[in-house]
């Protein structure tokens, strides 16, 4: 992509309003354009960030036999009222609308109960089970407050996963195979240093449900840590948790945390309340036992931003960059940065190529205030000695490299 | 994808309330399920024809350079007053909803306000311009009647694109230069030999609109149709274009019709009225020009459904179809299938595998009702031969092929 064809431009300031660190960035950065308190648009920049979020976390659920699909926005009154979740007083975060006759529409914060209510349309007997189905949807919250940022929006992406089960055993197994999934998740998005399955607040099937905790200043949670023991537990269990696991509350840390995923436990309370049965071997009507998993896709990106960024601006890890590299030009050496620039795309390298005529030091500022992971310079002086200047955005020094070794440390990368 | 694997089952029977051909097939092929009316969402099969129609749109609309981003669902009051369209009295589809602060917000039913609002973060002089971009948002219309099936939602995807000029000259090539880019696109979706560049009602600026007309007779707009000088004028500006082009209308067939995309010409009337401006190279603070190109992702399916659809069920062009080819066993044949499976995949060919337990009669049927375009089979006898059946889906018959005949065929489609 040519900076002369994006629209987006960089600014030094973000909204007046804006609060969070993670928005000011990436409102600075034209990754994002703020339409209101935890609503926001993604720029074109933005949105590719969010693209291989999805994509990365599409891979590691549909290596776990999960089918994508994706639900509606508009929801029905009657689905909830199944559960009680409708009223205003069980769930305080409703958008609520109305079509022209005056029925009452929910707008989509969770799509548990929609999700049973279509599958009874599918499921009849034990063939027909397990089934793991997700989908990439943008859900509406009505948060009282929203002053994280993308962090926690009033509208967001979320990935969504719910699976069922002829048993509880069956249900556990997938559960343990979806943790494992999370955390190759996390791992590609370099947050597994600093992520942990935390305990939390179950229902009534389990005792605990199981949240994905990364360490983050900006994170609304607090956990205790016991790093060696690989234990975490969300302050809102920590009685019941140290008691169930022998420890001492003196061994762990406590650390502020944003929460990144969260995977729950139905057993077969949602859907017995619902009606969603199946026929087992023997013929008798029997319960499907559920799970529930969300990862927040901009939350994430939030948290990305929040943890890596420094005084100069946003860095990315290298799978979600927009672009991998910054190619800048000063002076008139349009002709060798075009050729450089087909070549490293050919080779299917995402190049940035600042190809405008603005003063070295603005493409320097631009180039790391939007993160890009590796930077490289041409010259008229650096064409004469045949070399390009290659600088990592988490480096402050630049090196001379020749072209092979340009092209081997991007290949590398 | 292995049948056995996928959640949705085929039904002989859609939901008795629903009337439209399209909706009826999507719904008993386990395409798409309906929450409510016009409101469906997409099921793995179904979500995956979405993509492949946006994937064609995104293409195109790349190669008029245009920036692809994701604009809000969320619709703030005050933007939409600018232009007098917040009044229910001006649109009469808004769906409307509230903060917890009673603050009253819209539900995107158009982006052409908010578009034009972010942009001026973003133009600030010549340079700037021109400006193109789009987007695959979930739109919300709060229809009176939506009996049309996904022809026409209450909730349904559209790519909708802006652009942005310094001068009416600028825009109205552009204008054209998506004119040709849309062609492209219907050509691709294999509706180019029935779809007409269609004049429309225009607005302050322009005479005339543009819309992209599909003979459909699930259609429902009227068009007078002159099928040799290529000249469509839908019903509503007939008498005004006849008298423009010098036609007679007697010439003109009269057809009914799907508008499967629009484009329009606002001038600089929407921009001058939200003060959207640019600084021209003479330094004067000038107008800016804007065009509207929308194309109705999930209408479009509708549209492809309710065209070629026969007896047996629904009918894919390839370039849609969820996958290529279904294959099918008849009899103990998993091992020969599960090697015919990887070796089609691994030549990027798309396969639907039913490897289910039934009847063939009931693997036929479903492989016709879910229109994939190849059909091949395995059974002990055909093995023995050292041959396989195929079918197109367009056909009755079926052929034996060799091998080497077999994957000719298919990698040619």
Known sequence: MRVSKL??????????????????????????????????????????????????VREEMDAIDSNELIMTGLQRKDVWEKTGRWSDEVVDIWFKTKLQDE?????????EEPIVEMLKAHIRSYKDLPVSLYQFQTKLRNELRAKSGIMRGREFVMKDM???????????????????????????????????????????????????????????????????KNI??????????????????????????????????????????????????DGQQSSIYMGSYGIGITRVMGV??????????IVWPEAVAPYQVYLATIGDVAEQ?????????????????DDRD???????????????????????????????????????ESNSLTKDELFATLSAA
Chains 1, 2 share one sequence.
């Not at 399955?197 to 983050?216: N, P, Y």
């Not at 940065?337 to 190529?353: F, H, M, Q, T, W």
């Open 103 to 111: 029925t009452e529409l929910g707008l989509g914060w969770s799509h």
């Open 7 to 56: 629209f987006t431009r960089t600014s030094k300031t973000a909204p007046a309003d804006e609060v969070a660190k993670n928005a000011q960035l990436l409102i600075r950065a034209g990754y994002v354009h703020k339409e209101m308190a935890g609503v926001y648009a993604y720029l074109p920049l933005g949105l590719r960030v969010v693209e291989k979020i999805k994509q990365i």
């Open 162 to 228: 719910y699976s069922f089960h002829g048993s509880a055993e069956e249900l556990e197994a997938y559960y343990q195979r979806t943790i494992d999934a999370y955390k190759r998740v996390y791992e590609r998005l370099g947050l597994s240093d600093d992520t942990y399955v935390t305990f939390a607040s179950g229902g009534s099937f389990t005792q605990f449900s199981h949240e994905f905790q990364t360490i983050c200043d900006a994170g609304e949670d607090v956990i205790y840590l016991h790093r060696e």
């Open 304 to 313: 990305l931003v929040e943890k890596f960024a420094d005084e100069s601006g």
């Open 337 to 353: 940065a075009d050729a450089l620039y087909d070549e490293l795309r050919n080779k299917g390298i995402e190049v940035l190529y």
């Open 358 to 396: 603005t003063r070295p030091g603005e493409k320097f500022a631009d180039a790391d205030l939007l993160g890009i992971p590796h930077r490289v310079v041409l010259s008229p002086k650096l064409i004469e000695q045949g070399s390009f200047e290659y600088k990592m955005r988490t480096e402050t």
């Open 232 to 281: 975490a537990i969300n302050e809102e269990v920590i009685d019941d948790a140290v008691k169930e696991l022998g420890i001492s509350r003196d061994e762990l840390e406590k650390v502020k945390t944003a929460e990144v995923g969260n995977i729950f436990n139905f057993g077969s309370q949602k859907t017995d309340e619902m009606g969603l049965k199946f026929t087992s071997q």
